[in-house]
């Protein structure tokens, strides 16, 4: 038997298709439901099958449905929630896959009816591409799903959502939707907005051209321009609401450089050695958690 | 015939012994010999056969060497040169591997006589680990190796290097030794220090704990451990002896974070859309010019 009844899927991108599949593959779903506002991404999921269905519009696509999930940038959710709110089954669960979770409820709460289960989730895992041809079924295998339930949350529905992400690869934390933020504003939303920044830098000098940053890029750089060639939209929304913690971090990572500065200025190589000494574990202890592939390179030799 | 009679290399680490494998397997030597000063990389580069002779010490390690190159942190230059410069045979070549290229002849032409050709060379690759174990002999395939010679050089000496590298598998780009440090500071060396920066501050906080930094890095903190578990005596070296070029593009890097971190204090939207939708096609570019593999999370998901 399915785990849910009729699961809809609002948004059909790398996620939200890779979500699907997944759902498809493990027969998590006696229905699945799919719509996306641009009909190209509808096409593809549709010609792919990837869901049983392409619903007409919003409406349509969550009528009916146990579980709706938002896998739309956040930026949409309160225009989404506005329209859906109503046409939502009462005791249905509304979840989503997006990076932030504190402002999550704030821009659906004001829209749904109190018997409608608001049970917030992301999914830590993606690439750099976009689209929903990108997907693929495996994305969430080993990654960790952090589900962020309000206060008072039915735990029923908590363990069943639960039961969901495990059905699709990955491992449940249950998190505080503020400690999330915060969590996630140094392993993510800090490094992706450094990566663009580096390369935005990159692009603007004068006396090195952008071929020579493009020829001479295997020194370090291109690792960086993985995740700055992100989905621009998702990750505007990311940083429009996460302000505070991305802020923070922000912050003590310039204090952090400021000092590595002033040690390559007053040539301290014992300062210098020392942090680079440090931060030379952390990598084999991801390794060890699972959450990397043990290969030099990033593997990119593997085939020579 | 082999391009050289006789090859020295001097320091056997991953890039040391990288070279000695492309050198043996492409018969570019006839005769290989290799020296470090540390006796563990000596036993595991002579059990693996990857030289024709390890050295009993510097001076007899370049004895009639036709091409010496020196493969270990740039710190340790000036103190090799005043070890061998007088015992490198009238007419050779010295070369380096190293990551900056200005500071190079300070350190190195107080030693040598006129007779030697000093001609420094930085082939642009390398992984995260360290030693004569993780070496491989196609490292350097596809890569661009920079020479950097002085004004005045040798013609024949420099196009005779230049079939070396090309030997090995690289491309070869010839460019003035200050103009190097200044493409390699952007490209290599300050993405290297946001790196160790970004996981040293990440190791540093209080309201987030390692165990979660770990587990949730897949949001992309997971990327900036790779560069940040490179070899800390090297980075040390690079960073004292590009001073200069670092910090100017360092300055360059925080007035650009700074914007960025000031369109998110203010909710600009449109400036960060604008930033994260151009670095996009950088990488694009980077993989058309063979300086990447065209698969997504770095390949990733490849086995699943």
Redesign the interface.
Known sequence: MPLYEKISIIGLGLIGSSLARAIKENNIAGALIGFDENPDHNKVVNDLALVDLIAADLVSAVKDADLVILATPV?AYSSIAEIIGDHLKAGATLSDVG?IKAAVFDMINPHISSDVHLIPAHP??????SGPK?G?S??F?D??A?LTPPEGADQGTIDKLSKFWQAVGSNV?IMEPK?HD???A????????????????????E??T?S???????????????????N??M???V??NN?EA??E??G???E??TA??RA??W?D?DA??D??????R?????ID?G???DV??????QD?
Do not use: C
Request: charged share 25%; proline share 2%.
């Open positions: 930026g990076s830590v895992a993606g690439t750099e591409q990108a693929f495996s994305l295998h990654r960790w952090i934390e400690h915060k969590v996630l140094i392993t993510s939303h800090v490094p992706h907005l450094i990566a663009y920044n580096i390369v935005g830098t990159a692009r603007d000098l006396e090195v952008k020579e940053v493009i020829k001479f890029s295997a020194g370090g750089f291109r690792d960086f321009t993985r995740i700055a060639a992100s621009p939209t990750w505007r929304d940083f429009l302000k991305v802020l971090m922000l003590r990572f310039s952090d450089l590595l500065q390559i200025r040539e190589g210098l050695y942090i680079f000494e440090k931060t030379r952390i990598r084999q202890q991801i958690a959450q990397e592939e030099a390179d990033f593997g990119r030799h020579e």
